[in-house]
């Protein structure tokens, strides 16, 4: 079973602050996912990559597939951004389909 | 498209009743899950159907737990009987393609007292 790990669990950071938020996880995958969780609950996909980096806005998501982990990060902090990030990845025994979800992190931007 | 959608948002229940959540994907969407979210457990896939065919329901918690797609719109998960450990929020996600990014509807909040 692929193990994903999150650090760190929460991030409480100023406006404007530059935020780095990691994943590791233990098998070898096709793709990663991170998603966003509002406070209110809601979750959108943000990205899924497999290798290199993507850029949507002020969001940056990098892989290093040798070393099974990414990043993702926020440029510009602003309170909006405030949301617990979920870092995803296939299950070692499934397809990739069969998700496995890390912990999350809670990150609080202060305005 | 309206999204994902789910029905209701929030569920209060007394032990022992049958729960029914409901979900209709995105058109055009292959693949449905159903996830449940809990605070000591995260996020954890409980079942995905492609082209209405469930294909792993191994984390399905229990027998009292069952999920249907009896088409391409429609998806049920029914918790009988409920008991308080599933209170919990209870999405529903689609896809177009497996392995592609899932769209997630609103989640359903379960409480069963």
């Known amino acids: 079973k692929n193990e994903v790990e999150q650090s760190p669990q929460n991030l409480t950071a100023q406006e404007g602050e530059f935020i780095t938020i990691n994943c590791s996880y233990s098998?070898?995958?096709?793709?990663l996912h991170w998603l966003q969780q509002h406070p209110g609950g809601g979750i959108v996909s943000l990205f899924m990559?497999?290798?290199g980096k993507k850029k949507h806005g002020r969001l940056i998501a990098t892989i290093n597939i040798q070393e099974k982990h990414s990043s993702l990060h926020i440029t510009a902090s602003h309170p909006r951004d405030s949301a617990v990030y979920i870092c995803?990845?296939?299950?070692?025994?499934?397809?990739?389909?069969?998700?496995?979800f890390g912990k999350g992190t809670k990150l609080t931007v202060n305005p | 498209d309206a999204g994902v959608i789910q029905s209701p948002r929030h569920e209060v229940t007394e032990m022992g009743q049958e729960v029914t959540l409901r979900c209709k994907p995105i058109s055009g969407h292959d693949y449905l899950f159903w996830y449940r979210q809990t605070m000591m457990r995260g996020l954890e896939l409980l079942i995905y159907?492609?082209?209405?065919?469930?294909?792993?329901d191994s984390g399905m918690p229990e027998d009292r737990f069952s999920a249907k797609m009896p088409n391409a719109s429609f998806s049920t998960l029914k918790i009988q009987p409920s008991e308080p450990r599933d209170s919990a929020v209870y999405f529903c996600a689609s896809s177009p393609l497996g392995g592609t990014e899932a769209f997630f509807g609103q989640g359903t909040r379960l409480t069963v007292v």
């Open positions: 995803a990845v296939p299950g070692a025994q499934g397809g990739s389909e069969k998700l496995v």
């Open positions: 159907f492609n082209n209405n065919v469930p294909i792993d």
């Open positions: 990559l497999s290798s």
């Open positions: 098998v070898g995958i096709s793709a």
